[in-house]
Nanobody, 126 residues
Framework: QVQVVESGGGLVQAGGSLNLSCTTSGSTFAGNSWGWFRQAPGQLREGIACITGSGEIATYQSAVKGRFTASRDNAKNTLFLRMNSLKPEDTAMYYC???????????????????WGQGTQVTVSS
């Protein structure tokens, strides 16, 4: 069973930047697409970024495209999210998970991903 630990969140002013990390256990990291998800208070969790197993393809939700960059280090089983030009509407709990689509055409957590991590809180003040 894959386990994940997200980190790197914090409180920043609008326009600031943060780097999130997601460390994973298990031997399937390199072969799978992985995604970043976020959930704001009172909202459903949504997929915002995805990167394929090779790291060659990354896709983004329109709200974050051009500001966020997903990357990965397969040797360290670690996923990253660089967030620039942060806005108050980016305030949410951020999570990572393996994605069912091998080419990141749909950012949806894999069906067999059973236990989400604790997430990392990102708060952007205006």
């Amino acid at each position: 069973q894959v386990q994940v630990v997200e980190s790197g969140g914090g409180l920043v002013q609008a326009g600031g930047s943060l780097n999130l990390s997601c460390t994973t256990s298990g031997s399937t990291f390199a072969g799978n697409s992985w995604g970043w998800f976020r959930q704001a208070p009172g909202q459903l969790r949504e997929g915002i970024a995805c990167i394929t197993g090779s790291g060659e393809i990354a896709t983004y939700q329109s709200a974050v495209k051009g500001r966020f960059t997903a990357s990965r280090d397969n040797a360290k089983n670690t996923l990253f999210l660089r967030m620039n030009s942060l806005k108050p509407e980016d305030t949410a709990m951020y999570y990572c998970a393996p994605v069912s689509s091998p080419y990141c055409t749909i950012v949806r957590a894999a069906a067999d991903f059973a236990v989400w991590g604790q997430g990392t809180q990102v708060t952007v003040s205006s």
